[in-house]
């Protein structure tokens, strides 16, 4: 199956144990997600179909706060529509209420802090940049591209000594890392 199919699956399951309002409101959210994919050739936030999925899950979390669920399809949605901060933001409120990622959740949680990280250092927040790639590190500890990341902001913000684990991790989890072996 793939990332989206079984990101739908999963939330098939656990809106058996939603209300019926809520799981009515989470799949018209997985149908338009899916209609979206199929039918637009690149992925944007603004585009109807992708509103419409992301109103419906806001009704389905509106419906059922204490449900893990729809705040999880909603990072994944905002992740497969290249939305990548309000997507990061959705991790953060998944995880700030105490739910854990799956290996499939992992992906598209790595992809948003990726994406949001660097979008953040292109800006010149290299505060912001660092807070997101250490969040990944946090829940990922072995995402090395944001091992990397942070070992090069922090060297970047002047602070080599505090960037010198992470750099040293990167050297022994990739002896051929060029950057690593740089820095």
Known sequence: LSFVENAILKARNAAQQLSDAAAERLALAERTAQ????TYPAQFPDRPLWQDTFGYVAEAIS???NNPEPYRFQAIAH???NWYGPAWEMWQAFLSRGWQLDAEATQYFVEAGHR???????????EGALGVYMGVIDQVP???ESVT???RILMELGRP???IPY???AAERDPRDTRAAYF
Not at 116 to 124: A, P, V
């Open 161 to 163: 000594e505090q960037a």
């Open 63 to 65: 419906l059922a706060p």
């Open 35 to 38: 209609q979206a994919l199929a």
């Open 149 to 151: 990341w942070v070992g």
């Open 116 to 126: 949001t990280g660097y979008n953040f250092y292109s800006q010149g927040d290299l």
């Open 142 to 144: 072995f995402d090395l």
């Open 79 to 81: 992740t497969l529509a």
């Open 167 to 169: 750099w040293t991790t």
